[in-house]
């Protein structure tokens, strides 16, 4: 069988010899990763549970561009790597750990959102329990640290479309602090409804101290959590291996940014849970039911 030719009678192996990948501008790639944990801190009241919230790992960057500002953990992909294995290597240089929940979230490709060259940014969501972490910066870092997250609602207005339809623009405000470093953007989600598509699409208004479009990132990684946690078992990639009913809904609570019904939560995560002959023991309190995840359970 003849080795089949193109247009200008060239099999593939002639193709390849003569082929100028300088033909097309390449880009660099990146992956920019928005790691969330669940932390606690202690309380004063030994009759309080400790007080737990929803946190990101910010970089501080030691080098031009953004120098001194905050970025998500990430860099640039190696010729051998593919951009997971990239985001695999990265997170385990910056937290001390391999072993985590990882998944791709978005493409980022917008003109002009790095300012030394044309930079595309596939961006991943990780989730890591708290009582793993070791944090180090990179070489092209001054600081790495765990920034308490906000993200509220702050307007929202819909207009109908002519044809039918509507968009829907919802303004966000987002806040990261760590002691006494406050970083702040305002986001707006553009969701457009039509007869036959639901498109959604975010935009920076303004960022204080958030280094490149990673507020952008950051939205789309909180909303990708919360919508997640409403159907699946994302929240316990979040939990130690044993833990109380009590303490995997207040996870949820976090995530949600809303306090759940009691009885309601425990009929919607029953068959995600394990029951063990195991109990935590807490000051003040009466001792504790520990549960692990169920493996069969939904995904």
């Known amino acids: ?50 007080e737990r919230s929803l946190k990101l790992l910010m970089i501080q960057r030691g080098d031009h561009p953004f120098i001194g500002q905050w970025a998500l953990a990430g860099g640039f992909m190696r010729p051998n790597e593919t951009a997971e294995q990239t985001a695999g290597r990265e997170l385990a240089e910056e937290t001390g750990v391999k072993d985590v929940y990882l998944e791709q979230l978005y493409t980022f490709s917008d003109p002009g959102r790095d300012p030394r060259t044309w930079v595309v940014s596939c961006s991943y969501l990780a989730l890591i329990d708290s009582h793993k972490l070791s944090l180090q910066a990179g070489d092209d870092a001054d600081d790495a640290a765990w920034f308490k997250v906000d993200y509220k609602l702050s307007r929202e207005v819909k207009e109908m479309l002519p044809k039918g339809g509507s968009v829907k623009y919802s303004t966000w405000i987002l806040t990261l602090t760590c002691q006494d470093i406050v970083l702040e953007a305002e986001i707006v989600c553009t969701k457009t409804v039509s007869e036959y598509t639901v498109t959604s699409d975010y935009h920076v208004n303004s960022s204080k101290g958030i280094a490149f479009d990673h507020a952008k990132i950051i939205a789309y990684g909180i909303d990708r959590l919360r919508g997640k946690v409403e159907y699946s078992n994302i929240a316990f990639n979040l939990m130690p291996a044993l833990f109380t009913l009590t303490e995997l809904q207040k996870v949820y609570e976090i995530i949600l940014d809303k306090e759940l019904l009691k009885a309601n939560f425990r009929r919607k995560i029953a068959d995600l849970v394990q029951e063990t002959d195991q109990f935590a023991q807490h000051a003040g309190h009466r001792p504790s039911r520990l549960f692990r995840r169920n493996m069969e359970g939904l995904g």
């Open 1 to 50: 069988m003849m080795e089949p030719k193109n247009k200008e009678g060239l099999t593939e192996a002639e193709f390849l010899k003569v082929y100028d990948p300088g033909n097309y501008e390449r880009p660099s790639i990146a992956t920019d990763m928005a790691v969330f944990t669940v932390s606690s801190e202690e309380e004063d009241n030994y009759r309080k549970l400790p």
